[in-house]
T-cell receptor, first 111, second 113 residues
């Protein structure tokens, strides 16, 4: 079983919709969790970082939650825009020095 | 404050050759990590450097090696290139405890033919 799973793998929504991206993990012993955005062929842009002691973080139209007991994190995007179209990756940092990534959710927001 | 910069942006090499990729960390960051991202997958951890020494390694063979310099910049070297080494190579910098997360560069796209 994958250590970090992101569902759905791809999502297409009309502009203006609110949407939720899911990230699940098999081991609740994490240091923090970071959500990234990646445009095609580009590097990663950090969106939100949640420490293990926190339940959620917000930045603008984005809200990320963390539930360690159930091994889940969600990224909520309000009032989606075509510019939000990208791949969204969640990454765990366990008590070590590496990030473990999911395979990502490809989001397309249609105008 | 400058972000993480990587060079070159694109590279084409022949199987069996050697390649060196470069990374300058974000100002104030002393730790550099390297990741390999194959098409359609999440990045995979190669290794991390702190105080010019390797500080953790993922499941990559010894032909993947690296260096960190006193100014915290870093190089990733790959010997005896294989077709499967074709990927986006990402560099990330952080403070040593990464309490505030990681900052990634734009990556180097390596194509092995």
């Amino acid at each position: 079983k994958q250590e970090v799973t992101q569902i759905p793998a791809a999502l297409s929504v009309p502009e203006g919709e609110n949407l939720v991206l899911n990230c699940s993990f098999t081991d609740s012993a994490i240091y923090n969790l970071q959500w990234f955005r990646q445009d095609p062929g580009k590097g990663l842009t950090s969106l939100l970082l949640i420490q293990s002691s926190q339940r959620e973080q917000t930045s603008g139209r984005l809200n990320a939650s963390l539930d360690k007991s159930s091994g889940r994190s969600t990224l909520y995007i309000a009032a989606s825009q075509p510019g939000d179209s990208a791949t969204y990756l969640c990454a765990l940092r366990r008590y070590g020095n590496k990030l473990v990534f999911g395979a990502g959710t490809i989001l397309r927001v249609k105008s | 404050e400058t972000g993480v910069t990587q060079s070159p942006t694109h590279l084409i090499k022949t199987r069996g050759q050697q390649v060196t990729l470069r990374c300058s960390s974000q100002s104030g960051h002393n730790t550099v990590s390297w990741y390999q991202q194959a098409l359609g997958q999440g990045p995979q951890f190669i290794f991390q450097y702190y105080r010019e020494e390797e500080n953790g390694r993922g499941n990559f063979p010894p032909r993947f090696s690296g260096l960190q310099f006193p100014n915290y910049s870093s190089e990733l070297n790959v010997n005896a290139l294989e077709l499967d080494d074709s990927a986006l190579y990402l560099c990330a910098s952080s403070l040593e405890r990464a309490t505030y997360g990681y900052t990634f560069g734009s990556g180097t796209r390596l194509t092995v033919v």
